[in-house]
């Protein structure tokens, strides 16, 4: 790069980062488009709307109320990932969906639960609407005349395919009528046989109406027959202060690994710091472009993608560090430690971005909010390490940066011996694996529960106090929620505002007869509740089975595919295995952590969770690189173990400083945040450490021992 596009690139990229951070902060135009403060925000940040529904059957079967609540679930993730649907007492479900302000507008878009048939001109029964898989609004093209036409697209259950076929060879050229509460929506002509469960209804006048009528055939599938019994406005279930503080730790934490990069690695660290400033920049703005919901495990992922975002430079000027310490020119230095970079860091990001595809695919509820922050965070840390960075550091020595003491060196050192303690560390990690399901026995019997399960696991009681003043969140933060904190001693306690009225909505954990009478009167004694104003309900877990049945699976196909993806990449499967272990590792070391703390295992859990494994396979990644480069300068097979102790300690400075950029971010969370953040911080923590002990003390060894004593192409 000449010195003339060298100060131009320096120039545009003060104008660029200069008019990303005001986007970010105060957005464009008198909208202020694009501003983080018009994020799509979930339930926990910014509130929205509750609906509750009662069956018409009095005593609904658990399985039928079961179906409905999956299904409803899947409805109503079109208006958030976050949307959240459970049972409340024994025939009433309610439905929480954040971001919205209205009610009825909600309630006019997903229509009104009723029974749905589809009947034929003799009034005979073809379908039901269970049989129904989906249906959606949209727009097709006439195939004769090429037009536009607006039509419903309907998908059936594999019964409901058999059925269809049957019908519509038996009404070829008659109506078959959509009847929905006994009133006919529409009266189609069946034109073809259809015979495999993909169906389109035509004839509609604008978009409007065939979503319209999707929407009605969409409800009308459920198992249930529901009746709408209430709905209301409800506010954020963090308050401003709890948002307003770890948007504070983040900001005080990203300023520290500026800060601490600069020191580091002088003028690359503050070409780091620049590049992570914009890529935090476009990750709001993105989130706003794609209408993506932020949440509390929202959080967790840009958490772990700005974690990747600092692995990504370290990894680059580590390279260039050692580059210049082996002789070479600053300018060799560059061109070669961003080669030499670029493969760990493209392992390590597509592996991690394999899982968030699965997960966001597979997966439901939080868990596809959580890959997509995920996936989106991953793509832009890859473009501002790889592209921006190398951009502006080529600028910075265009324009006359060139000196070697700007850039550092790395002091060669001695390979230390990870591979010599190997027993001792496999011995402290089966101590450690083996204290998950020891613990988990342990509180079994104490207790009859293995973990703290949350109400969102399994359920809890919903209390509605209507106090004598209008409470603000802050004050129901500071006041409310420590006094059921005592009582029920358990920090995972979840309050919502009802807009617009003196009502509060606390949920917990079940709580006994004596709980919820020590509850009634610290509302009386503290706030003068009238306690004939004080109603409780049993209810669901917002985490259903078919759920967790969904985020297993979908963590199963992540993990095989991660495991395919790095033997493909490093041609052994060996390092796969061995990845693969140490994943397992990590998560079970967490899951004892979560045992012994008894910290609840609520939705953050699954998001925590996912984190772990992403910055677990990510560390990880990073040495078998440097091993599968090292392996191949291998001249005898005895210098295997010399080989694997080098790429180990030549990784270390990256593993340390990687784990602590991350370790800062989350501190600070946990320092500044109120009870739930806190909860949510503390087992992430954990995972970062006992990821940076597992990828430098257990990855190389496994496969060291691997390569060694398993399959015909051992040393």
């Known amino acids: 790069m000449k010195k003339n596009k060298g100060i131009v690139v320096l120039i545009l990229t003060v104008l660029i980062t200069g008019f990303l951070v005001f986007t970010a902060a105060v957005g464009i135009g008198p909208t202020g488009t694009g501003a983080a403060k018009h994020i799509k925000t979930g339930l926990d940040l910014a509130g ?46 309610s439905v929480e969906i954040p971001g919205a302000t209205d009610a009825n507008a909600i309630l006019t878009e997903l229509g009104k639960p ?25 727009v097709g093209e006439d195939n004769t005349t090429k037009n536009k036409q607006y039509v419903v697209s309907l998908t059936l259950t594999k019964e409901g395919a058999a059925k269809f076929a049957e019908a519509t060879e038996a009404n070829l050229n008659k109506q078959i009528a959509i009847v929905y509460d006994n009133e006919t929506l529409s009266a189609p002509v069946v034109q073809s046989v259809i015979s495999d469960g993909n169906a389109q209804i035509t004839g509609m006048s604008s978009i409007e109406e065939a979503k319209n009528l999707a929407a009605a055939i969409r409800i009308g599938s459920l198992k249930l027959e529901l009746q709408e019994l209430r709905s209301n406005v409800v506010a954020a279930q963090l308050g401003t202060q709890a948002i307003n503080t770890s948007v504070k730790a983040a900001g005080i934490g990203l300023a520290l690994v500026i800060l601490f990069m600069i020191i580091v690695y002088l003028i690359p660290g503050l070409v780091s710091g620049i590049a992570l ?35 990504a430079n370290v990894i680059i000027y580590a390279r260039i560090k050692e580059e210049i310490a082996s002789g070479k020119s600053v300018r060799t230095s560059l061109q070669s430690g961003f080669k030499k970079a670029f493969s760990a860091i493209f392992d390590g ?56 003491k700007f850039y550092g060196k790395i002091k060669p050192r001695e390979p230390i011996n990870f591979l010599g303690k190997k027993k001792i560390f496999f011995a402290i990690s089966i101590v450690l694996v083996l204290l998950a399901p020891v613990m988990m026995g342990v509180n079994q019997a104490s207790s009859g529960k293995a973990l703290n399960y949350s109400l969102e696991f399994v359920g809890g009681t919903s209390t509605n106090v209507t106090f004598n003043e209008d409470l603000s969140m802050d004050e129901i933060d500071s006041k409310v929620v420590p006094l059921v904190e005592d009582i029920t001693g358990d920090a995972n306690v979840q309050p919502t505002k009802v807009v617009n009225s003196n009502q509060v909505i606390i949920k ?54 991660m495991l395919v993806y790095i033997w493909f990449r490093f041609k052994d499967i060996r390092f796969a295995s061995s990845a693969v272990l140490a994943l397992i590792h990590d998560v079970l070391v967490v899951l004892a952590f979560y045992a012994i703390a008894k910290i609840s295992i609520s939705n953050t859990f699954i998001a925590c969770m996912l984190t772990i494994v992403g910055y677990s396979i990510n560390a990880t990644i ?93 040393a």
Do not use: H
């Open 114 to 138: 009723g029974s749905l048939q589809f009947m034929d001109t003799e009034g005979n029964v073809v379908l039901e609407g269970s049989d129904v898989a989906d249906a959606q609004g949209v």
């Open 277 to 311: 400033i914009i890529y935090v920049c476009l990750d709001l703005i993105c989130l706003n472009a794609f209408d993506l919901t932020l949440t509390l495990p929202g959080i967790a992922g840009i958490i772990l993608s700005i974690g990747m975002a600092v692995d």
């Open 48 to 93: 929205g709307v509750s609906i509750t529904y009662e069956t018409k059957a009095e005593n609904p079967s658990a399985s039928d109320m079961s179906d409905t609540i999956y299904k409803l679930q899947k409805r109503v993730e079109q208006y958030s990932t976050e949307a959240q649907v459970y049972q409340e007492g024994n025939n009433r479900i």
């Open 349 to 404: 990001n597509i592996t991690t971005l394999i899982a968030a595809f699965v997960l966001n695919w597979l997966g439901s509820g939080s868990v596809k909010g959580f890959a997509q922050t995920l996936a989106l965070g991953i793509v832009l840390s890859m473009f501002t390490a790889l592209v921006v960075s190398r951009l502006i550091i080529y600028a910075l020595y265009a324009v006359g940066v060139r000196d070697a």
């Open 622 to 714: 990073v040495i078998f690189d440097r091993i599968r480069e090292n392996k191949g300068m291998m001249k005898k097979k005895d210098e295997l173990a010399t080989i694997v102790n080098a790429s180990i300690t030549q990784t270390l400075t990256r593993s340390i400083y990687t784990s602590l950029t991350t370790f800062i971010m989350v501190f600070l969370l946990f320092v500044m945040g109120v009870s739930s953040i806190r909860e949510f911080a503390l087992p992430l923590m954990v995972g970062i450490l006992c990821g940076a002990y597992s990828s430098v003390c257990i990855t190389g060894a496994l496969w060291y021992v691997m390569k060694t004593k398993i399959g015909k192409n051992r």
């Open 508 to 561: 917990t954990r079940t709580l006994s007869v004596d709980e919820r009478e020590a509850l009634n009167k610290a509302m009386v004694d503290n706030f003068q509740v009238d306690e004939t104003k004080i109603t409780t309900e049993s209810i669901s877990s917002t985490i259903s089975g078919e759920m967790r049945k969904d985020a297993v699976i979908a963590v199963v196909v992540a993990t095989l595919l």
